[in-house]
């Protein structure tokens, strides 16, 4: 269902069992469900996007439409007739004193009139009542109001609450059927969810003229867990469970107690399936359905397993989502809406596009086995390692695993590099523990290093150097030889811990990359006469000290992704690449160590992260970068400036050649 005439993102919807009524913009659409057909659009809010869409039944007017978005919100009466011809008639406007996370429309209740609860960007809420124009007294304290709007409904502040955690909100949501009973979830720049209920304390009696304005009420339950902000928050329709969705890739479900006080602070289960931030979610008996900005609907079930993966919208992001009777609807950046079933008997599980989905007889590899670094050796040959340690071989394309090994050491954590030349490929551990393993998954050497801190980054800078950084700032430039005795070539320790994530050899100098921006010149010195001391097939021993010549800004906050460099008598030159989308040139004088910024550029304007630079001579053609363009993985030709391949973004890439693709899978 899409328009052409309005390309803006879906923001909000809301659905019943003929029309899904769609936020796009300034503009609300009114769409059929059966015909897929638009059958009304009108601007609804005079300078803020939609973001909130919900029926209040009004025994005068009959169905009505509650729509917020930003500060502003609008009622309107339902048409009894949808067309290209209807025009909404409103009712009633406020504008908010803060951003609304959320609302709630409450129906009238014997005498007493409907009402609108808010919740505000700054953890606080308040209702209002839904009065007859000519029923408002001329002057109301404490009242924005305007009598003289022309419209027949007014809105007039009743009570105004606020939580004893007195902060900035990224999401809040209610639930309940009455105001007293309204229960807030607040997603808190804290990265968590905290629950109270705003209006308990108010008295059952008709409200009073002059506004109510009750002590700060203390969070009942506090949900914890996320690692990242909290943009979403849904309840399940019972009000026994509540999902809240996080920067962090996450979306965590937590069971709610009664008394709420009683709830735990940690989810029952967490659900990860998502590249990139998780926006909206649903909670339903029988599957959990979360969306995110990476274009993807995941189904799960109870235990956290994913079920279903849909990618029906055109990049941009989910940005909404509704459910009714067993229907799903979603709206996307890319001015669509897409219908799902998520009756119970259709949810079952399928092998979709972009899935681990490891062959059913192999057990070893389950949910908590997944891969985290994936290795392309060759067109028939692929290396897995996964989080419990194990080593895989993959033959292609017949898709078969064999387990060559488990390595203990690499449980839960663990770095990796392939050579160039499409030898060895290196792993390290939590515990400076190094091993170099074949192209056929052999493991061809265990080593120890002295510092036992986490490595951070291995990386091969010839066939047969490697540099190896750690926690703590300790760099090291080994030399394993081909016949994999290992000698300490040349040690280094910084006073601040840079974390570096590249790394390359010229000559006597080395070049190392971090992750706040900084490009570090070391010059390697003279080595020292020690002895080496051998322990089987290895030989370690310091031999060599490294030198800090220079550090140098040249990516911003930005961490650093690749270096390369070439040196002649009087300068070395170094090529750097960032996840700004920046490459940076910039020359050493070696006989000041005086280093100057020659060129700072950017290939593309959209691509925002240059993963890979791809040197090569000047008689090839395909000269290349890969990096990401928001939510899309892409690989650019230099020479045409165009993007020549593209995908959805599901790892972080390393190409350390032409022909050998490392994949560090999230």
């Excluded at 091969?460 to 926690?471: F, G, M």
């Excluded at 911003?556 to 700004?580: F, N, P």
């Excluded at 890439?653 to 032409?658: L, S």
């Amino acid at each position: 269902l899409k328009s052409a005439d309005i390309n803006a993102p879906v923001t909000a919807l809301y659905c019943t069992s003929t029309h899904v009524f769609a936020g796009q913009g300034l503009h609300l659409k009114i769409l059929d469900i059966k015909s897929a057909a638009q059958l009304f659009q009108e601007q609804v809010l005079i300078q803020s996007d939609i973001h909130h869409i919900h029926e209040l039944f009004l025994p005068t007017v009959g169905s009505c439409l509650v729509v917020a978005g930003s500060k502003e919100l609008a009622i309107f009466a339902m048409p009894s007739t949808i067309d290209s011809a209807t025009t909404l008639r409103q009712l009633a406007k406020l504008q908010a004193s803060d951003w609304i996370w959320d609302v709630r429309a409450l129906p009238p209740i014997e005498e007493r009139p409907a009402i609108i609860a808010l919740a505000l960007g700054h953890n606080t809420a308040c209702a209002y009542q839904l009065v007859a124009n000519k029923d408002v007294s001329q002057k109301s304290k404490g009242n924005s109001i305007d009598k003289d709007s022309g419209l027949p409904y007014l809105l007039q502040l009743v009570v105004t609450a606020e939580s004893t955690v007195n902060c900035l909100l990224y999401a809040a949501r209610f639930h309940g059927r009455s105001l007293s009973t309204l229960v807030l979830a607040s997603g808190t720049i804290f990265q968590e969810t905290h629950l109270w209920q705003p209006f308990h304390a108010l008295s059952q009696q008709s409200p009073a003229s002059e506004p109510l304005r009750l002590p700060p009420q203390p969070p009942l339950a506090v949900l914890q867990g996320h690692d990242g902000v909290i943009f979403n928050i849904r309840f399940s329709e019972a009000g026994d469970e509540l999902v809240s969705l996080s920067d962090d890739r996450s979306a965590r479900v937590y069971r709610l107690s009664t008394p709420l006080s009683e709830t735990s602070s940690q989810p029952i289960v967490t659900l990860y399936g998502h590249s990139s931030r998780v926006w909206e979610a649903c909670i339903l008996p029988h599957v959990i359905i979360t969306a995110g900005e990476d274009g993807v609907v995941n189904y799960w079930n109870r235990q956290g397993q994913r079920l279903r993966r849909f990618t029906r919208h055109r990049g941009q992001g989910l940005w909404s989502l509704a459910q009714y009777q067993g229907r799903l609807f979603t709206g996307g950046g890319d001015g669509s809406v897409q219908q799902y079933s998520c009756q119970a008997g259709t949810v079952k599980p399928v092998v979709t596009s972009g899935e681990w989905q490891p062959p059913a007889k192999d057990a070893c590899l389950q949910q908590t086995n997944h891969p985290v670094h994936v290795v392309l050796v060759s067109n028939t040959r692929v290396l897995v390692v996964t989080r419990c340690g194990n080593l895989y071989r993959l033959s292609l394309p017949e898709m078969t695993f064999e387990l060559k090994t488990s390595l203990p050491g690499l449980v839960r954590y663990s770095v990796a590099h392939y050579d160039a030349a499409g030898q060895r490929c290196v792993l390290g551990s939590l515990t400076g523990l190094l091993i170099v393993v074949s192209a056929e998954a052999d493991v061809l050497l265990r080593h120890q290093l002295d510092t036992t801190t986490r490595i951070v980054c291995v990386r091969w800078v010839t066939p047969t150097q490697l540099i190896v950084t750690q926690d703590g700032g300790h760099v090291t430039l080994l030399d394993i030889g081909l016949d994999n005795r290992v000698r300490v070539v040349a040690a280094i320790d910084f006073e601040a811990d840079p974390w570096f994530q590249c790394a390359a050899v010229c000559q006597e100098h080395v070049l190392l990359g971090d992750r706040t921006g900084c490009l570090h010149l070391l010059r390697l010195m003279e080595p020292t006469q020690e002895t080496g001391q051998e322990t089987g097939q290895e030989t370690v021993g310091t031999s060599s000290r490294l030198e800090l010549l220079a550090t140098v800004k040249c990516h911003g906050h930005a961490s650093l992704t690749t270096l390369q460099a070439e040196q002649d008598e009087s300068t070395l030159r170094v090529v750097s690449t960032g996840r700004d989308g920046l490459v940076c040139q910039h020359e050493l004088e070696l006989a000041t160590n005086t280093v100057h910024e020659i060129q700072r550029h950017r290939l593309m304007k959209k691509l925002d992260w240059i993963e890979a630079f791809l040197p090569v001579d000047k008689h090839d053609d395909n000269r290349r970068v890969v990096g990401f363009m928001k939510n899309d993985l892409v690989v650019v030709d230099l020479d045409v400036n165009q993007v020549v391949r593209e995908g959805p973004w599901i790892a972080t890439a390393f190409v350390a050649k032409a022909t050998h693709l490392m994949i560090s899978c999230c």
